[in-house]
């Protein structure tokens, strides 16, 4: 990995004269109070490097007749320089050849010259540049894209599901009605048939009331006519065996009641609302359950598509032990991205861009006074076990910072003597990262 070997800064914003030679592996902190050009290091490092789409709007220091001037070495042999009326870049590899930004492109990666713009980035960026730089992010996004689908569609399954429930519970029963609605035709055949039977029943009694009035009628002749007694007898027998038999008929008859049927008639409507009803409930009820068998089947596609999308990032060339992605967004160690401490953020961020150019072996922090001394060496320590090179700017002059920064100059440094020509720096002390 290339890193920054040594830096010469002169008359570059609030910097007047700097030499600096940042520590290889770990944290480089460069301190001071506010305005006195700390983060015009940054900005210097980052207009050398990363060319002229970072050059300062005001590049020139306030106040100097002297141009700017950049000089940088980095660990792979390139001399970086700055210099001249117009700040033209010349980039000399430890051949001899001359280069330029492209050459500085093939392997400074924009952000780690520029961490922020990463960190502020939203979580759905932060996100995509990461699965970018793995190559699953095309995969994960049609598995993101299907399970959304999927849960859509259960969604609205388990919306009618509740309603078809709903629906059910609050549908009346009665238990009394039957399975069927009533036909009003029907009941009245019923009804027909019975008045006939009945019509019929009565046929058979007035016959035997005529019979008993010819067998009544014929004793009174039998007892008038002596003479014709032998004739009558036998007719009265045959009359008195018919009798019984008649008799015996009328006796066994038992008259049906159309009273249900009439109030079946009657009442068919509130019959019938009561049997819809209850085929209502029961309709639902079906509907409810088939609609739970169907959003069932689907939790367990969705369940299916997650576990594709963790053995997906699961398998992949992640930049850092515990780093994932869910729901779209960074997640290290089982944090999102607003719960990681500002270590870990520094970690995740540091990871991923190193990951896009891995070639890159440094990065630039601005303004890291927010974080404790706690954090700031987590950081470096895992700075040095990555074998990552960070400078940072911190509002301080405490012992964290290896590079104290007053009044555009290095402490120490203050006597420096500007060589007369432009873009020369005097050959005075360079400080070296930790010895504050």
Same mark, same amino acid.
């Given at each position: ?12 914003? +609030? ?39 970072? +050059? ?7 106040? &100097?007749?002297? #141009? ?23 980039? $000399? ?7 330029? /930004? ?6 400074? !990666?924009? *952000? ?20 970018? $730089? ?12 299907? @399970? ?23 549908? #009346? ?50 007892? +008038? ?44 409507? !509130?019959? =019938? ?20 068998? @169907? ?12 576990? /594709?999308?963790? @053995?997906?990032?699961?398998?992949? =060339?992640?930049?850092?032990?515990? *780093? &994932? ?11 999102? %991205?607003?719960?990681?401490?500002? &270590? ?31 954090? *700031? ?10 074998? *990552?090179?960070?400078?940072?700017? +911190? ?10 920064? /007053? ?23 360079? %400080? ?5």
């Amino acid at each position: 990995m290339i890193k920054i070997n040594k830096l010469e800064i002169e008359n570059v914003k +609030r910097v007047k004269a700097v030499k600096i030679e940042p520590t290889s592996a770990g944290l480089t902190i460069v301190g001071g109070n506010n305005n006195q050009g700390k983060t015009s290091v940054l900005d210097a490092i980052a207009w050398g490097l990363g060319g002229n789409k970072y +050059r300062p709007s005001q590049a020139e220091r306030e106040g &100097s007749v002297v #141009p700017p001037y950049l000089h940088i070495v980095l660990s792979n042999g390139l001399v970086v320089e700055r210099k001249g009326k117009n700040s033209d870049l010349k980039v $000399i590899d430890p051949n001899g050849q001359k280069g330029g /930004q492209q050459l500085l492109d093939s392997f400074v !990666e924009e *952000l780690a010259i520029d961490l922020p713009k990463f960190m502020n980035a939203t979580s759905k960026e932060k996100a995509n540049i990461l699965l970018r $730089i793995i190559g699953v992010g095309n995969q994960l996004h049609e598995l993101e894209v299907k @399970e959304l689908e999927i849960y859509n569609r259960r969604h609205a399954i388990g919306q009618i599901a509740d309603q078809k429930s709903k629906f059910a519970k609050e549908q #009346p029963y009665f238990p009394d009605a039957p399975k069927e609605p009533i036909s009003a035709s029907e009941l009245i055949r019923q009804q027909q048939e019975i008045l006939a039977r009945n019509g019929e029943n009565q046929r058979k009694r007035q016959r035997a009331q005529q019979i008993q009035q010819e067998f009544e009628v014929q004793g009174r002749e039998v007892n +008038r006519l002596t003479a014709m007694l032998n004739a009558a007898q036998s007719k009265y027998t045959e009359l008195q065996q018919d009798l019984a038999i008649a008799q015996k008929d009328a006796i066994d008859l038992l008259d049906e009641s159309t009273t249900e049927l009439e109030a079946n008639i009657q009442q068919i409507d !509130e019959i =019938n609302r009561k049997v819809r009803a209850n085929l209502d409930k029961d309709k639902a009820e079906t509907d409810a359950s088939e609609y739970r068998v @169907e959003y069932d089947k689907l939790s367990g596609d969705i369940n299916a598509v997650r576990q /594709q999308k963790t @053995e997906l990032l699961t398998t992949a =060339n992640l930049p850092l032990p515990g *780093l &994932s992605v869910a729901d779209g967004e960074l997640v290290y160690n089982g944090q999102h %991205w607003d719960n990681m401490s500002g &270590s870990d953020q520094l970690k995740v961020s540091t990871a991923i861009v190193r990951k896009l150019k891995p070639d890159c072996g440094f990065i630039l922090l601005d303004k890291l006074e927010q974080m404790d001394l706690k954090s *700031l060496n987590e950081f470096g320590q895992w700075l040095e076990q990555e074998g *990552l090179q960070a400078i940072a700017t +911190r509002v301080s002059t405490g012992e964290e910072c290896s590079i104290l920064i /007053q009044d555009g100059y290095v402490v120490g440094q203050e006597e420096i003597e500007f060589q007369q020509k432009p873009g020369e720096i005097d050959a005075g002390p360079t %400080w070296k990262a930790g010895e504050f």
